[in-house]
């Protein structure tokens, strides 16, 4: 009988591993031209040739041609004959156009002023405090405030992950909403209202309040999301301070990558504004990464490090958030994973 021949399963060097960790930035950088360069979006009718791309972007063919190249070893793109670049579906979640589109998240996250302070993680390392802080002499949201063109950009890239994660948040809120307790739902720092937007738009008798900074809310009472037909008459903006105070009168205060932001006193701080400022019977709605012990990989620990570098926040394991909220008044009461990296953690006051 012949006998079957056995794959033997090639594995790369401790050495070549590490140097793909090391060069990882490479990598980045080129995602982060093709973004800039909206090659995605240029390529979305079908191939073209690098020369074409030069001309529609005022590029230099040859160069384009060699990013283009190692962007497709890497399936981004798929080079076809005649030298011309074709979108994969991993190319596509770079166009700019598409719902769940991840170009805003890239040009956020490898752009300036993120990468400059990403080149500071020493300092991090080393001292323990803020290396954006330090760049820029004042925190991330200040600095958003003040350079409006980086403030878009920031609400792309929320944007960006939403379109994605929004989606599988809503399926677990589905799982804790009961329509005849909650009537008025807070979105606490809801950006341009992406969440808020598919929550009233899932459940007809809602109504939404958004919250978020004067600047930022400005933005959203422009925006698409919550100036949509059926779900505008249901929704009202506020803008304010979170840790003065927000809004009164909700049944349930969602937050949203927000306590993920903050250092422990901050978020006891607004935690404890939330419980002031509910009705009877309201809980708090935290959509953030729940940290896996040990050393599981989890995109949570990578998203660890860019709290690390930009603001004085930090991804939390389930014991941390229940600190948290006990010190806030109020009671871990479930936590429900969804299949993006965003958990729903789900508190009630301590006295209920
Ligand atoms: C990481 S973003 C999350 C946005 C949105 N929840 C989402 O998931 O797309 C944090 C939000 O908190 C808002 N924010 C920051 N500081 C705030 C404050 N002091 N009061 C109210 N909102 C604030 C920001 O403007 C921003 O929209």
């Given at each position: 009988?012949?006998?079957?021949?056995?794959?033997?399963?090639?594995?790369?060097s401790?050495?070549?591993?590490?140097?793909?960790?090391?060069?990882?930035?490479?990598?980045?950088?080129?995602?982060?031209?093709?973004?800039?360069?909206?090659?995605?979006?240029?390529?979305?009718?079908?191939?073209?040739?690098?020369?074409?791309?030069a001309?529609?972007?005022g590029?230099?063919?040859?160069a384009?041609?060699?990013?283009?190249?190692?962007?497709?070893?890497?399936?981004?793109?798929?080079?076809?004959?005649?030298?011309?670049?074709?979108?994969?579906?991993?190319?596509?979640?770079?166009?700019?156009?598409?719902?769940?589109?991840?170009?805003?998240?890239?040009?956020f996250?490898?752009?300036?002023?993120?990468?400059?302070?990403?080149?500071?993680?020493?300092?991090?390392?080393?001292?323990?405090?803020l290396?954006?802080?330090?760049?820029?002499?004042?925190?991330?949201?200040?600095?958003?405030?003040?350079?409006?063109?980086?403030?878009?950009?920031?609400?792309?890239?929320?944007?960006?992950?939403?379109?994605?994660?929004?989606?599988?948040?809503?399926?677990?809120?589905q799982?804790?909403?009961?329509?005849?307790r909650?009537?008025?739902?807070?979105?606490?720092?809801?950006?341009?209202?992406?969440?808020l937007?598919?929550?009233?738009?899932?459940?007809?008798?809602?109504?939404?309040?958004?919250?978020?900074?004067?600047a930022?809310?400005?933005?959203a009472?422009?925006?698409?999301h919550?100036?949509?037909?059926g779900?505008?008459?249901?929704?009202?903006?506020?803008?304010?301070?979170?840790?003065?105070?927000?809004?009164?009168?909700?049944?349930?205060?969602?937050?949203?990558?927000?306590?993920h932001?903050?250092?422990?006193?901050?978020?006891?701080?607004?935690?404890?504004?939330?419980?002031?400022?509910?009705?009877?019977?309201?809980?708090?709605?935290?959509a953030?990464?729940?940290l896996?012990?040990?050393?599981?990989?989890d995109?949570?620990?990578l998203?660890?490090?860019?709290m690390?570098?930009?603001?004085?926040?930090?991804?939390?394991?389930?014991?941390?958030?229940?600190?948290?909220?006990?010190?806030?008044?109020?009671?871990?009461?479930?936590i429900?994973?969804?299949?993006?990296?965003?958990s729903?953690?789900?508190?009630?006051?301590?006295?209920?």
């Open positions: 009988m012949p006998t079957k021949k056995r794959k033997i399963k090639s594995k790369a401790p050495q070549a591993e590490m140097r793909s960790l090391i060069a990882g930035y490479w990598v980045s950088r080129l995602i982060y031209v093709a973004a800039r360069l909206n090659l995605a979006d240029l390529l979305k009718d079908g191939p073209r040739t690098a020369d074409d791309l001309a529609r972007t590029g230099n063919g040859p384009l041609y060699r990013m283009l190249r190692t962007l497709s070893s890497y399936g981004v793109f798929t080079e076809t004959p005649g030298r011309r670049f074709k979108l994969t579906a991993l190319g596509s979640t770079l166009r700019s156009d598409t719902p769940a589109s991840m170009h805003g998240f890239a040009l996250l490898i752009g300036s002023p993120v990468w400059n302070a990403w080149e500071d993680l020493e300092f991090a390392a080393r001292t323990g405090q290396p954006f802080d330090r760049l820029y002499g004042k925190p991330f949201y200040g600095y958003l405030n003040e350079h409006p063109e980086n403030l878009k950009i920031f609400g792309e890239a929320m944007t960006s992950l939403s379109g994605t994660e929004n989606p599988e948040f809503v399926a677990a809120f799982k804790v909403y009961e329509p005849g909650v009537r008025t739902l807070i979105d606490v720092g809801g950006g341009f209202g992406s969440l937007a598919l929550i009233l738009k899932k459940n007809a008798r809602l109504k939404g309040v958004l919250f978020d900074l004067p930022v809310i400005e933005r009472r422009q925006d698409r919550l100036t949509a037909a779900i505008a008459g249901r929704c009202s903006f506020v803008e304010g301070d979170m840790f003065e105070s927000v809004p009164r009168g909700g049944d349930a205060y969602v937050m949203k990558y927000i306590l932001n903050w250092d422990d006193e901050h978020c006891v701080k607004l935690l404890r504004n939330c419980r002031q400022a509910m009705n009877a019977g309201g809980r708090i709605l935290v953030d990464s729940v896996p012990p040990a050393e599981k990989p995109w949570g620990k998203l660890d490090i860019q690390m570098v930009v603001v004085p926040g930090k991804e939390r394991t389930r014991e941390e958030f229940a600190a948290l909220f006990k010190r806030a008044g109020l009671r871990l009461t479930r429900i994973p969804t299949r993006c990296p965003l729903l953690i789900e508190a009630v006051d301590a006295r209920a």
